[in-house]
């Protein structure tokens, strides 16, 4: 269930990317989630979990700072018990953008479904944060997540 917005508040954006955006010659998406996380005075923290790439995080850090924003933190979780570290919890409490990557995403759900990360950032957009994210790192933002299938045959 998404969380609720708060009274006098506006739910932030939600930024979903099918994939495979381009990062080096055409950033116009990447761009936008950056400027409604704030602009120049965006604060994002780029979740590369569901990457098992280790260049991942590092990438998007220098892309939405070459973009403009202010400050960008890379924080991977690579166990559960991550996600109830105080610190990580505070980082994200002063985002205004928080940003999924693509990959695995059962690993993503695995390692992030129902811990305070995730109950912390649907709360965060209910306030306004925005929250985004590219292939895997899209389909965890819906509150029901799309995990496998069947082809439809014809």
Request: aromatic share 4%; net charge positive; glycine share 14%.
């Amino acid at each position: 269930m998404p969380s609720r917005v708060p009274q006098g508040r506006k739910r932030g954006w939600i930024v979903a990317i099918g994939g495979a955006e381009n990062k080096e010659n055409d950033r116009r998406i990447l761009e936008r989630f950056v400027r409604v996380a704030g602009g120049a005075r965006a604060d994002i923290v780029v979740i590369p979990t569901a990457s098992r790439v280790h260049e991942t995080g590092a990438r998007y850090e220098q892309v939405f700072s070459d973009i403009g924003a202010r400050r960008v933190t890379v924080m991977d979780f690579d166990t559960r018990r991550d996600c109830q570290e105080g610190g990580r919890l505070k980082r994200l409490e002063e985002a205004g953008g928080v940003f999924f990557t693509g990959g695995n995403q059962l690993r993503l759900t695995t390692l992030l479904g129902g811990t305070p990360v995730a109950k912390l950032i649907r709360a965060a957009n209910a306030r306004g944060v925005t929250v985004g994210g590219t292939s895997a790192g899209a389909s965890i933002l819906c509150e029901h997540m799309i995990a496998a299938g069947m082809r439809a045959r014809r």
